[in-house]
T-cell receptor, first 113, second 114 residues
Framework: GDSVTQMEGPVTLSEEAFLTINCTYTATGYPSLFWYVQYPGEGLQLLLK?????DKGSNKGFEATYRKETTSFHLEKGSVQVSDSAVYFC????????????FGKGTKLTVNP | GAGVSQTPSNKVTEKGKYVELRCDPI?????LYWYRQSLGQGPEFLIY????????DSGLPNDRFFAVRPEGSVSTLKIQRTERGDSAVYLC????????????FGPGTRLTVL
């Protein structure tokens, strides 16, 4: 079945540092790819998505590019803020009738002032 | 517009008891999903409804778990003879039902089985 491997956390950065969280997946075909974020005490929110190869999803300064050749969807941000502290989940959307998201374990990011 | 809502927000029960968890999806969303998130893990898929029918229930761990969506809107996840291992946050999500559409998540129900 489909699966996803996400960079192990926790990740601790100083404010304005560059962020990369790696994500690779295995799937049948070319699934849509999502990054969700879970802020402390809140529910899962969509951060960004890409639906086909070479698409770039972006939101709130975060970006991720759908790389078909490496089956990757790495999350990047050029300058993180304290308010970016959260748990980040990479998730391909399984195809073949189910439309279910397959989540990684999540990467906890802490940004210090 | 209201988002996905789930009740109760917290449920504490004793081993062996029966529980029901409710999900109200975003109005007009035909697709509804249940996931389970254990501590320190990502959400795991349980069941997917398209309208009133369960299109995929392959994630239900065993026959103690059952979910319904009788009118194509509200859904109830039912767990019989609860076990301590059922303790987790149960998440509901809904989407428009179109392929690749975003799933919008509710705040979850934290179930604790003592």
């Amino acid at each position: 079945g489909d699966s996803v491997t996400q960079m192990e956390g926790p990740v601790t950065l100083s404010e304005e540092a560059f962020l990369t969280i790696n994500c690779t997946y295995t799937a049948t075909g070319y699934p849509s790819l999502f990054w969700y974020v879970q802020y402390p005490g809140e529910g899962l929110q969509l951060l960004l998505k890409a639906t086909k190869a070479d698409d770039k999803g972006s939101n709130k300064g975060f970006e991720a590019t759908y790389r078909k050749e490496t089956t990757s969807f790495h999350l990047e941000k050029g300058s993180v803020q304290v308010s970016d502290s959260a748990v980040y989940f990479c998730a391909p959307l399984s195809q073949g009738g189910s439309e279910k998201l397959v989540f990684g374990k999540g990467t906890k990011l802490t940004v210090n002032p | 517009g209201a988002g996905v809502s789930q009740t109760p927000s917290n449920k504490v029960t004793e081993k062996g008891k029966y529980v029901e968890l409710r999900c109200d999806p975003i109005s007009g969303h035909t697709a509804l999903y249940w996931y389970r998130q254990s501590l320190g893990q990502g959400p795991e898929f349980l069941i997917y409804f398209q309208g009133t029918g369960a299109a995929d229930d392959s994630g239900l761990p065993n026959d103690r778990f059952f979910a319904v969506r009788p009118e194509g809107s509200v859904s109830t996840l039912k767990i019989q003879r609860t076990e301590r291992g059922d303790s987790a946050v149960y998440l509901c999500a809904s989407s428009s039902g179109l392929p690749t559409d975003t799933q919008y998540f509710g705040p979850g129900t934290r179930l604790t089985v003592l």
